[in-house]
């Protein structure tokens, strides 16, 4: 053997020995650098378990990764494991292949403290003030076309639970998302590749929720979709609601909706927006705030027939609406005041003359300046103002009432007397909003003795 073939082999060697080297330390520089980086970039402390790196089988897995929250002893973020499989050597023509990604078992912990403050506004503001003097980057040309295109043959979300604490509406709301689990499939931004499917199962809070997709298409964006959700207590969205002369006592919700959406350049950036389905309300109750009495109008069912709903042209087709059961009451007290009539009062003038706690003091009106004898009165800004045309035209095909009244007289009598007016039944055809032609109205009622 030549000195110079020797050599050769002994620098290929090294090179091989090298080379095995930092493939078996790999996943530990990973680690070293990934535990370095994240909490320099967050302010966070963060750990991991374990780092796998295949390079030859482009299989990488993170185990029990670990984000703190602003206090180390309460966590943020957390999964029990992360597989990603990249098929190797696939970017070299531009179509860079997932055929794995899998997260199981990740725990978000969400706060709001505030409208404007929640328990990552740290992270955005360091990551704000990291970029503080750079340059702005160019703007995206919308026409441009990457040359670069993403395909995912599997995605799996399994087993994840997000908490989210509001504490921004009083009282705080807590909501909870059980069970997630999303499984996709076929997911490319190749133009004229394989349209892919969606399918998520979670539980917000006690309500069972499921959405399905198939015929996603991500050049342009498009679906279509079935979306349902079960025993949804309305009383959750009760701190979110505006102060209104009538109180939710109770009522659950539940909905099956159809979706077809297609991103483009109309209304809401969308070209296509279809919406079908039914809505039902059951229990639903409402209570005047302040009275002690019971609720003044209860439903037991409530059943809305979405026969399409276009976002995109903004009419509305309803087919039926039918309420049943429907029992209202009404009061007239000793000083001749009906009860219902304070629904018609604006939330703020039920507690007229009582100054509300924490709100702040009215300021004196500014007398209008005055204008000199025989002189016109200043038109006002921008002209006449004109009502806004209605931005959604509504249809309704069909509504059906059937119920009750009970009109309780406490001004006449004593005991008070009490009318009731049973056997109500209301049916109306064609209701239109704004109204574009007559509707189609009846009436049957048995009135109080008859």
């Known amino acids: 053997m030549s000195p110079r073939l020797r050599r050769w082999l002994i620098v290929l060697g090294v090179l091989l020995l090298l080379g095995i080297a930092f493939v078996w330390s790999l996943p530990e520089i990973v680690k070293w650098q990934a535990l370095k980086q994240i909490p320099a ?46 098929i190797p050597w696939s970017g070299i023509f531009g179509n860079v292949r997932v055929a794995e990604f899998r997260l199981t078992a990740p725990t978000v912990n969400l706060v709001r ?38 395909a995912v043959d599997h ?75 079960q025993n949804f207590s309305l009383l959750q969205v009760r701190p979110y ?18 979706v077809k959406l297609e991103l483009g350049q109309g209304p809401g950036g969308l070209a296509v927006g279809l919406v079908t389905g039914d809505v039902a309300l059951t229990s639903l109750a409402l209570a005047q705030p302040g009275k002690a009495a019971a609720p003044f109008l209860t439903v037991p069912k409530i059943g809305i027939g979405l026969k399409e709903v276009n976002l995109v042209s903004h009419v509305v087709t309803l087919s039926t609406i039918d309420v049943e059961g429907l029992d209202l009451k009404a ?16 939330p703020d003038e039920a507690g007229a003359g009582a100054p509300v706690r924490g709100a702040p003091v009215p300021s004196k009106p500014v007398a209008p300046a005055r204008t000199p004898a025989g002189a016109p009165a200043p038109a006002p800004p921008g002209g006449e103002a004109k009502p806004a045309a209605p931005d959604y035209k509504i249809t309704i095909e069909k509504v059906t009432l059937k119920g009750s009244a009970t009109f309780t007289d406490e001004s006449v009598s004593a005991p008070p007397t009490v009318l009731k007016i049973g056997g ?22 048995i009135l109080p003795g008859g």
């Open 331 to 346: 009061v007239r007290d000793k000083q001749e005041r009906i009860d219902l009539l304070d629904l018609t009062n604006k």
């Open 155 to 229: 995605f799996a979300l399994i087993r994840a639970n997000i908490s989210a604490l509001d504490r921004a509406v009083t009282p705080a709301s807590e909501w909870k998302i059980r069970d997630l689990s999303i499984e996709a499939g076929n997911l490319t931004t190749r133009p004229s590749g394989p349209v892919g499917t969606l399918d998520v199962r979670a539980a917000l809070n006690d309500s069972p929720l499921e959405f399905a997709a198939q015929d996603i298409d991500l050049t342009p964006t498009s679906f279509q979709g079935k979306f349902s959700i």
């Open 424 to 445: 109500l039944t209301l049916q109306a055809t064609d209701v239109t909003w704004p109204a574009a032609r007559p509707m189609h109205l009846d009436l049957a009622l």
């Open 241 to 258: 609601l505006p102060p209104m002369p009538a109180t939710l006592e109770s009522g659950v919700a539940g909905m099956n909706l159809a």
């Open 41 to 86: 970039i967050t302010g966070r402390q963060a750990s991991i378990d374990d780092v796998d790196i295949n390079l030859f089988t482009g299989r990488v897995a993170i185990k029990k990764f670990r984000l703190a929250e602003a206090d180390p002893g309460q966590t943020f973020v957390e999964f029990e494991r992360l597989d990603v499989r990249v």
């Open 113 to 150: 403290e505030s409208a404007t403050e929640f328990n990552f506004s740290d992270i955005l503001r360091r990551l704000a003030a990291s970029k503080e003097g750079a340059p702005p980057p160019p703007p995206p040309d919308p026409k441009a076309k990457s040359r670069w295109t993403v």
